[in-house]
């Protein structure tokens, strides 16, 4: 069966980094568009980046931009979140997800599979 498991979470000071890894199995990597979401207590999940199937296309939560990067080894059936300048507000579960479209999106209900989540928490 399909599995995404998320991994990296952890406890940082603001300003800090962290790099988050969601590694698949079950499912053909390349042939899903990857995201990132994340869900802090008392919110809704929100979207963060999202990834498409080849890692040409890129998008971003305007919360994020210029602090995370997203991006994809497909040989590893690996998805990453590189966290920098971290803030208080980031912290969350983080949740990997998989949709078989192309191109990646924002909307959490295109996606087909949802990993169980990694804890970050920003120290202020």
């Known amino acids: 069966q399909v599995q995404l498991v998320e991994s990296g979470g952890g406890l940082v000071q603001a300003g800090g980094s962290l790099r988050l890894s969601c590694a698949a199995s079950?499912?053909?990597?390349?042939?899903?568009?990857m995201g990132w979401f994340r869900q802090a207590p008392g919110k809704e999940r929100e979207f963060v980046a999202s990834?498409?199937?080849?890692?040409?296309?890129?998008y971003y939560a305007d919360s994020v931009k210029g602090r995370f990067t997203i991006s994809r080894d497909n040989a590893k059936n690996t998805v990453y979140l590189q966290m920098n300048s971290l803030k208080s507000e980031d912290t969350a579960v983080y949740y990997c997800?998989?949709?078989?479209?192309?191109?990646?999106?924002?909307?959490?209900?295109?996606?087909?599979?949802w990993g169980q989540g990694t804890q970050v928490t920003v120290s202020s």
């Open positions: 997800a998989a949709d078989d479209n192309v191109g990646g999106t924002k909307f959490s209900g295109l996606y087909d599979y």
């Open positions: 079950g499912l053909t990597f390349s042939s899903y568009a």
């Open positions: 990834i498409s199937r080849s890692g040409g296309t890129r």
